[in-house]
Every structure is written in structure tokens, then in C-alpha cells.
């Protein structure tokens, strides 16, 4: 069934074609990257739509594309983008909450992390829920931080000695475990930029719900100095890149409040000279969801699209976006990449409405302080 998004979207996409189709015979062709861009965006938007309407991949991820209309919808600098995703999302907010009013009895630290999240991003659309926001807070209270983070960032910084979940099983073992509790199977560890960008990504939508899991996003925060320098792409491997890299995009969006705001370089220099060095790498390596990343955050920093980093990243998003409006691997069976990566190529794309210069949270700011 196509949505209502998508008939909109596809208006759009019509409309924006017969302008262009008008204006080919004349002196000066329209032939703007601003349409282009637009037009990209909102074929994108009816990607997400299309996923964010399947039964199966909403229940799945409904919490996260609901963060995805929300973002959209409050940051935008174009009214028709913010219309479109408010609507779309104000109705799978209603779905969502139909399917989610209560903490199901001995929920878990990762499933409380969903319904705060999703709560928020359903309250961010219009359909809030006093009832589960009740339940939401008492849940709250009995999570520790090291439930949630894997450590307790009041007392120390990420560690190196958390281990990931058994590949073989899917048990979890404790701090510093070699081999898994369950099966005895060799266990992979965590490295530390990892853990402090899922730690950051929790605590911030904790602080914006107005929770806290034992920690504050401030605690989870204070430890940038710790995790500085950032390891280069040519000493580390890939994944550690990878880490690195989300790290530092996501510590940049829980300052700019994920787009509301704008920072100044100097406020964060080596985050900013960070981006500002391995965009290009995103571009020469095909990986157009860190692409995205470097661009909406640069953009948070003051750069424009005339800039000539953010011009070769819109370039080569509007040259590898696929025909049914996504980017990445259209193969990937993982339906989370798929729209996930197509989310930050929009977000990378897009123009913001900045609401001023300044930190979402100060006190975090005032927690970096020498």
C-alpha cells in the first residue's frame, strides 16, 4: 500500500521534474543542486516510510524510526520536510503507543532503553503517555549504570574489558570475561570508543525524557579528554575506525541537541579537526552512512554547502542513491542498515534550522572545563 507520505513525496518529485523539464530550453537550465538535493530527500523520506509501514520491521525498530520523524521534523529548515515528517510520524506514533503502554514486568535494561526512547520520540510527535511515562520512571530507578552502559561512568571511563556477546550462544558474560559462561566459547572484546558512543546514545535519550539510568549524560560525557587522540584510520582497523568515528559524531549530537544547535570549532577542536580530516575517507571508502554523519555534524560547526568537503560528500550522495530511494547495499538482508543509512545520507543532505549557538546541556559543557 503507498502511504500518504509517499504520495506527497512523489508529488513533490513530479512537480519538481516539470520545472526542471520547463526550464531546459531556456538560457540558464535549472538545474540546481538545491531541486536535486530536495528531490533525493524526500525519495529517501518514502524509503523510510515504505519500512516504517511494514509490520514486522516497525515492531522491530519502531522506537528508532520514530526518533527518525521526530529529528527530522524539529530540525528541518524546510517547512514542506518538517510537514511531511510530523504527519507521517504523529501517525506511527499512535501505532507505536498502542503496542507500548506499559513496562512489561521484569523488563530489561536494553528494553527500557527502547521504551524511553520511543516515548520521547512519540511525545516529540504529539501522542504523549503519562501512564507509561509513570511506569517509565520507576523502571528507571532500579537500572544501574553498569546494566546499561556496562559500566559506571560516575567512577571511570569506558573500558577495554567488556566483552561482546557470545557469537555462538547469545549470552551475555561478565566484565573481563576471556570465554563465554554458557558454551566456554572464545569472546571478543569490546574496544573502548564503542562502548562510550552506546553509552552516550542511552544517556542522551534518558536526559531528554528527563531519566537518568544511575548516571547522567554529563557523567557519560565528561570523559572526552580521557578517550583523546582519536586513533587514526591508518593504525587502527576497521571496526576501530568505525568506533572512533560514531563516537565522535555522537558526542557532537549530544551537544547540538542531534541538530538543534550550533557549535563553535574552538569549543571542540579535535572533534572538529577530526571531521574535517576523514571526510573525505568516507567518501573514497563508499561509506555513505558515516558520509552523512560528517556532514550534518560539520554543518552543525558552520559549514555550508559551498564548502568544498561538503560539496564532493553531496556529489557523491546524489550519485549513489538507489532507484528506489535508499542508499547502501540494496542486498543488505539487515533492514536496520538499510534505512538507517539512508536516514543519515538525508541528514547529510538537508539544510537545518539552527536555533541559536549554543550546548544542549551546559552542565555537560561545564564538566569538560580544565
Known amino acids: 500500500m503507498v502511504g500518504r507520505l509517499t504520495v506527497a513525496i512523489l508529488s513533490t518529485a513530479a512537480a519538481a521534474l516539470l520545472l526542471l523539464w520547463a526550464s531546459a530550453g ?4 535549472l538545474n540546481p543542486p538545491d531541486v536535486r538535493v530536495s528531490l533525493a530527500v524526500k525519495r529517501g523520506l518514502a524509503f523510510i516510510e515504505g519500512v516504517a509501514s511494514d509490520g514486522k520491521s516497525f515492531e522491530e525498530n519502531g522506537f528508532d524510526l520514530l526518533w527518525c520523524f521526530c529529528s527530522i521534523s524539529q530540525t528541518s529548515a524546510d517547512p514542506e520536510l518538517r510537514d511531511l515528517t510530523w504527519r507521517f510520524g504523529h501517525e506511527r506514533a499512535l501505532r507505536w503507543r498502542a503496542d507500548h503502554s506499559r513496562v512489561p514486568p521484569g523488563a530489561g535494561a536494553d ?3 527502547q521504551l524511553v526512547a520511543g516515548s520521547h520520540a512519540a511525545e ?6 503519562e501512564s507509561l511515562r509513570r511506569g517509565l520512571e520507576q523502571a528507571a530507578l532500579r537500572i544501574t549504570p ?3 552502559f556496562r559500566f559506571d ?4 571511563p569506558p573500558p577495554s574489558d567488556i566483552p561482546k556477546v557470545c557469537r555462538k550462544c547469545g549470552t551475555r558474560s561478565a566484565r573481563g570475561s576471556l570465554t563465554c559462561r554458557q558454551c566456554g566459547a572464545e569472546l571478543e572484546l569490546r574496544d573502548r570508543y564503542g562502548v562510550w558512543c552506546d553509552a552516550i546514545i542511552a544517556s542522551y535519550s534518558a536526559e531528554v525524557y528527563g531519566l537518568r539510568f544511575g548516571a547522567s549524560l554529563a ?3 565528561q570523559w572526552l579528554p580521557r578517550m583523546h587522540p582519536y586513533p587514526p584510520p591508518g593504525r587502527a582497523s576497521r571496526i576501530l575506525y568505525e568506533h572512533t568515528a560514531y563516537a565522535v559524531t555522537h558526542f557532537v549530537y549530544a551537544m547540538n541537541g542531534y541538530g538543534l544547535y550550533r557549535l563553535r570549532s574552538e569549543w571542540f577542536p579535535r572533534e572538529y579537526e577530526y571531521l574535517r580530516t576523514h571526510i573525505r575517507n568516507a567518501i573514497s571508502g563508499r561509506d555513505t552512512e558515516l558520509l552523512g554523519e560528517y556532514m550534518d555534524t560539520l554543518k552543525s560547526f558552520g559549514l555550508t554547502e559551498a564548502d568544498p568537503d561538503l560539496a564532493a560528500g553531496t556529489r557523491y550522495l546524489l550519485a549513489h542513491q538507489n532507484p528506489d530511494g535508499s542508499w547502501g547495499d540494496p542486498a543488505d538482508p539487515e533492514i536496520y542498515d538499510r534505512y538507517h543509512t539512508t536516514w543519515t545520507a538525508i541528514d547529510g543532505l538537508r539544510s537545518y534550522a539552527w536555533r541559536g549557538e549554543r550546548v544542549m546541556f551546559p552542565e555537560a559543557m561545564v564538566r569538560l572545563q580544565p
Open 26 to 29: 531556456t538560457r540558464s537550465p
Open 111 to 113: 528494553e527500557v532503553y
Open 124 to 129: 516529540c510527535l504529539g501522542v504523549p503517555d
Open 146 to 148: 553498569e546494566e546499561m
Open 153 to 156: 561512568p560516575r567512577k571511570e
Open 219 to 221: 557523567d557519560v560525557l
